[in-house]
């Protein structure tokens, strides 16, 4: 399998107090193409900041990562909004969509920055809501929608450039257990069809008896890395 | 691109409405008022000019000494040949004669006996050399309240506040008592052809003005002028030329130490006019000043909170993949959109409002008067060419600035940290 993540002793500390704070200590990890993965531990562990640095969004204190052959602490701004543009998508805890705009928009904007073309456009934002089973929300704003909706319409906004890596934050942190797997089965079926790579950063049950790959971070570091050949459901 | 930007900007009442509301009422401040102070300082300018300082003034040197005391004592001689000198020599200008004097008038019953006394301030002007254009300058057909112009010798006109309180009806003789140049006893009677109001303290309170060549008759005055006022046939006053006509004719007289020797002073050097120009050319500048800051803090401080509440919105666009500086760019075009718009809505408002006020005017009535220079009741805007384009410069400047200030905000914050916000 195709590795489009390599991690290499990372290490990331936090200015705190006079001193630092450690949040990662010496990880190293591999991730290919196709993961449906997730980092598991305690408040703290330091998941957030993993998936922040794999999305360029944050630089390595020490050691080496390459997300998609680019190494992330040696890319410039542009560079490293260029990768977020054209290979990552992100799924957050809340659903941060724009509220003045409709669903249709909001997913929109990601293919914006891109300036593609307005039929292609109109095309992809369609079927990224069919995906997600949205397509006749499509002109709704997001306060008309319920939690799951928005998280489908977020999914959508990630999904609709196919970007080769998808980062979630805590994706089912806000929703109830019937939209939590709506939206697990969702982006299954996403990884599978599409390929995208799906990095998780969780404390749910639910979302890790879909997860085919578990590594649980303590303090900082990694503590356990374990494959299932099979979904747990 | 754009067009998404702009629907949001629309949709988002807080990041349009807000904004706009604060610049159209900046910008409409500031068409008013410059239009305001455009027609208040050139009326104040014109009013002056006409009724007292022309745009240029000769008077003896000592007359202009004790100008305030109208010494006609010390007046010009032989003011024809000065005249004809003058518009030889200055072309551009239209020199006229003027005569200030003071004096008692006297109201007198049938039998002759004396009805009602008051003291006049007299004013003596061409009324009737063909085409001359003085009364009009004065304003004076306007300000005939009864009556109508003197048109023959021994008529005169006073104020009409005058000829109420004394009862004086059109038609009615006058006698005025006064000093003549050679410090005799003047006594002349007059018609009373009209009565005028100016709408100006200093004339409405107890004025007679009369025809020039009655005034030299009665102060024995003959061929001499206290004044001879000089005014640009194209232009309204123009300092530059004005300058240039008062340093050539005093030049000839520089080494000339007789005190009644003719001197020329500009309108800038009479009644305390210098540092109202001065004053005036400054205001629109400083008016600019005062709302582009004024509308920059409190845009600044709407862009703030504007820019907190969008920290998420900026999160979200960096994730996609939107650079710190296009985000940066784009709340500038947000700012000079939302600038542009608020601009042109308050030039209207402006226009509007500065366009009644030039019609109607506001009167101060004599609130505001004092002091050497006169002031008209009435006060006017007068809408320059400038009026159209001045508040687009705080408009624009202080959205611009505002949305800058806020949005250094993005840059201090780390990527990280602003995404993390998302997180929440
Ligand atoms: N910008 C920062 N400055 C200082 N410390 C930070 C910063 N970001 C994270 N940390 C610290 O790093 C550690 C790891 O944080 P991180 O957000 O990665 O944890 P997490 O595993 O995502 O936790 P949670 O499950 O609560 O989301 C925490 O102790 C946190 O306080
Ligand atoms: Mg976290």
């Known amino acids: ?89 992100f799924i957050f805890q809340t659903y941060n969509l ?18 593609m073309p307005a039929v292609e456009r109109r095309k992809a934002v369609l079927e990224a809501l069919e995906w997600v089973g949205l397509s006749d929300k499509a002109h709704s704003k997001p306060a008309q929608l319920s939690g799951g909706e928005s998280q489908r319409v977020a999914i959508a906004r990630a999904m609709v450039k196919k970007p080769a890596l998808v980062l979630a934050d805590e994706p089912t942190a806000n929703l109830d257990s019937k939209n939590s ?8 079926r996403l990884n599978e069809e599409l390929q995208t790579t799906f990095l998780f950063a969780t404390h749910d049950e639910k ?8 590594i649980s971070l303590e303090d900082g570091r990694v503590v356990k890395d374990e494959r299932f050949v099979h979904t747990k459901i | 691109m754009i067009q998404f930007l702009l629907k949001g900007v629309l949709r988002d009442k807080n990041r349009s409405l807000l904004p706009v509301i604060v610049i159209s009422i900046g910008v409409f401040l500031t068409v008013l008022f410059s239009a305001w102070f455009r027609g208040i300082f050139g009326d104040m300018i014109d009013v002056n000019a006409h009724f007292s300082t022309g745009h240029l003034k000769v008077m003896t040197r000592a007359y202009a000494e004790n100008a305030e005391q109208m010494p006609n004592d010390l007046a010009l001689l032989d003011a024809e040949e000065l005249v004809a000198d003058l518009s030889a020599d200055y072309p551009e200008l239209e020199w006229v004669q003027r005569i200030q004097f003071g004096g008692l008038l006297d109201v007198a019953d049938e039998q002759g006996e004396t009805r009602a006394q008051g003291m006049a301030s007299g004013r003596a002007i061409d009324f009737l050399s063909p085409g001359s254009r003085e009364a009009e300058r004065m304003n004076i057909p306007q300000s005939i309240v009864l009556g109508a112009l003197p048109s023959r010798q021994g008529e005169a006109l006073i104020s009409h506040e005058f000829a109420e309180r004394f009862g004086v009806k059109v038609g009615d003789e006058i006698s005025m008592f006064g000093s003549t140049m050679n410090g005799g006893m003047a006594l002349a009677n007059f018609t009373v052809s009209g009565t005028v109001r100016f709408g100006m303290r200093a004339l409405d309170r107890g004025a007679i003005i009369v025809d020039i060549a009655d005034a030299q008759a009665a102060l024995d005055m003959a061929d001499a002028a206290g004044e001879v006022l000089g005014f640009f046939k194209e232009s309204r006053y123009d300092e530059e030329k004005a300058l240039q006509v008062k340093t050539a004719f005093n030049a000839q007289y520089a080494d000339n130490p007789d005190e009644f020797a003719p001197e020329m002073l500009r309108l800038n050097d009479q009644n305390g006019l210098d540092e109202y120009i001065a004053l005036s050319k400054s205001m629109s500048g400083l008016m600019i000043f005062i709302f582009v800051f004024a509308m920059s803090i409190v845009l600044w401080n709407t862009g703030l909170l504007g820019g907190l509440r969008r920290y998420n919105e900026f999160g979200i666009r960096l994730a996609m993949g939107e650079e710190k500086k296009q985000i940066f760019k784009t709340l500038l075009y947000e700012a000079v959109l939302i600038g542009a718009g608020g601009s042109v809505i308050g030039t209207v408002l402006g226009l509007s409002a500065a366009y009644y006020l030039q019609e109607y005017g506001i009167s101060f009535g004599a609130a505001v008067q004092g002091g050497g220079m006169m002031m008209p009741e009435v006060f006017r805007a007068s809408i320059g060419p400038e009026a159209f384009f001045i508040g687009f410069i705080p408009g624009l400047f202080s959205m611009t600035l505002g949305n800058a200030l806020s949005g250094i905000g993005i840059y201090r914050r780390k990527t990280a940290e602003l995404f993390k916000e998302l997180s929440v």
């Open chain 1, 207 to 214: 979302v890790m008896n879909y997860l085919r790959r578990i």
């Open chain 1, 181 to 188: 797997h709506n939206i697990l089965q969702t982006m299954q």
């Open chain 1, 1 to 89: 399998m195709e590795t489009i993540i390599h991690i290499d002793k990372l290490i990331k500390r936090f200015p705190a107090g006079n001193g630092f704070f450690t949040a990662l200590n010496n990880v190293s990890l591999q991730f290919g193409k196709g993961e449906f993965t997730g980092l598991v531990g305690p408040s703290g562990s330091g998941k957030t900041t993993l998936l922040n640095i794999i999305g360029s969004l944050d630089a390595p204190t020490e050691g080496e990562v390459t997300v998609l052959g680019q190494s992330i602490a040696h890319l410039t701004h542009k560079e490293s909004a260029q990768l977020r543009n054209q290979s990552l998508g």
């Open chain 1, 98 to 115: 724009f509220p003045v705009y409709t669903v249709f928009e909001n997913v929109e904007f990601a293919l914006l920055l891109r300036r």
